[in-house]
């Protein structure tokens, strides 16, 4: 078990409005169980370990596309959404931010009782974690929230993460149990954060073994052994110019609006042109439910590629906030009609794949293999008009903001203005039929395998 990279979270304050809460966990268990239903639990929870996946989960629910507010809120939202169904799938999420995190161990205790599980030894897990990234992780920030998702069989996910008010910014950590040897030696599935200039000391390195032996050493010398070794190891450091172990950077930009060049403008290309392709054929023919129009497809195509998407295609987390936008109305508001569609259309698939007709689940996974077919072909897409259009309709879909209904809060959301399809898909990074992003600038992320 390794590190699956580290990413800049901009840290936001606020909380989620009722509107967009009870859509959260509506959206998050439905696309949970799918999750199950098709791939499994273990699927599942490798997923949640992955930084790129759970940003784009978060941006698919409305929430902002590139703040640590999405870990919270997806936290919660999953919580609160699998509490009916927690049993029957087997998934429970346990902790919380602040007071909630603190409760983690009883919660694991109680479901260990009824588990059959070791409690004690989860409960030490859920300790020992928070003490690795809060501790023997030194890099600034400190923990608040503490997310720990427990398997029936024993297996679990932790998603933690730290805030630096000084550097306005979040560190996001994921930890699996699958394959987990040891706490203390390269236990992190991923840490996300930002990049820091000041020595970041990371003593669960596999090349910090002989710093954690020597502390123990150290210990049994004295007070006073003790500090002069800290002495002189912090002046080495400083010494050697101090470096982040990690190799892999996933650096999410401080902007709120979404920009061409946070998006891989080929893959958007691909999901609209199979939402207007197959949506007559496969929502009156296959998923048999009439009324839903090439938008709602659309979101479909979005949120079925956060199911069955490899983890490479993550690496633009904003290209999934096209799905529902955002509350802060960056892309754009929340078009509710457009999300209730999109929940009621997996809520059907998923009870009628329940009951073992899995063909509106398939309908749903062949629009995503669509995208993906027309993808080797596509170059690009006008961002920013797709953008404008979506706030040009915003009203006809009951488009919200966390400041009110998109018609009355359109002036006071700053938005770049349009730019010609040449410079959108010069900005996008779109080279030839590579489709890979040129600048880097506001965008560094890790390709996962």
């Not at 809460?21 to 439905?30: D, E, Q, T």
């Not at 791939?39 to 996946?53: D, K, S, T, V």
């Not at 050697?240 to 061409?260: C, I």
């Not at 009628?352 to 027309?374: C, H, M, P, T």
Request: one cysteine or more.
């Amino acid at each position: 078990m390794g590190r699956t990279g580290s990413a800049v979270l901009p840290l936001h304050y606020g909380r989620v409005p009722p509107w967009l809460s009870s859509r959260m966990a509506n959206l998050g268990r439905v696309i949970v169980e799918a999750i199950v239903i098709e791939y499994g639990r273990e699927e599942l929870f490798r997923r949640l370990a992955h930084p790129q996946w759970f940003q784009a989960f978060g941006a698919v629910m409305g929430m902002d596309w590139h703040s640590s507010g999405i870990t919270t809120s997806v936290l919660g939202a999953l919580k609160r959404g699998l509490a009916p169904v927690q049993w029957e799938l087997g998934v429970h999420v346990c902790g919380g931010r602040g007071r909630e995190s603190r409760k983690t161990p009883v919660e694991l205790m109680g479901l260990s009782d009824r588990l059959g599980l070791d409690g004690q030894e989860l409960a030490r897990a859920s300790r020992l974690v928070a003490k690795v990234d809060g501790s023997a992780v030194q890099d600034g920030y400190a923990l608040y929230l503490h997310g720990f998702i427990l398997g029936d069989d024993g297996s679990w996910v932790v998603v933690q993460q730290g805030m630096s008010e000084e550097r306005r910014a979040a560190r996001r950590y994921h930890w699996l149990s699958d394959g987990l040897e040891s706490f203390v030696e390269s236990p992190h599935a991923a840490i996300d954060g930002v990049p820091s200039a000041e020595p970041i000391v990371n003593l669960t390195d596999g090349r910090a073994a002989p710093a954690r032996a020597a502390q123990i050493a150290l210990v049994r010398e004295g007070p006073d052994a003790v500090v002069r070794a800290l002495r002189d190891h912090r002046s080495a450091w400083r010494l050697a110019g101090g470096r982040v172990v990690s190799d892999d950077v996933l650096t999410l930009p401080f902007h709120h609006d979404v920009r061409p060049e946070d998006v891989i403008g080929r893959r958007l290309h691909a999901a609209i042109a199979a939402a207007h392709a197959r949506a007559p054929l496969d929502f009156a023919e296959l998923l048999l439910t009439p009324g839903v129009g090439a938008r709602t497809v659309f979101a479909l195509a979005l949120a079925g590629e956060v199911v069955h998407g490899a983890p490479a295609r993550f690496s633009d987390p904003a290209r999934f906030s096209l799905a529902h936008g955002g509350k802060d109305g960056h892309p754009y508001p929340v078009p509710r009609r457009v999300y209730d569609e999109t929940i009621r259309v997996l809520t059907q698939a998923v009870s009628r794949a329940k009951l073992g007709q899995a063909d509106k689940l398939s309908a749903i996974r062949r629009l995503d293999v669509e995208a993906r077919r027309l993808e080797r072909t596509a170059r690009s897409v006008d961002v920013d008009a797709f953008i404008e259009r979506e706030w040009d309709r915003s009203p006809e879909w009951d488009g919200m903001t966390v400041m009110g209904p998109a018609a009355a809060v359109r002036s006071r959301v700053r938005r770049p203005a349009v730019r010609a399809l040449g410079d959108s898909r010069r900005a996008t990074g779109v080279a030839g039929e590579s489709g890979e992003a040129a600048s880097r600038e506001q965008l560094t992320l890790p390709l996962m395998a």
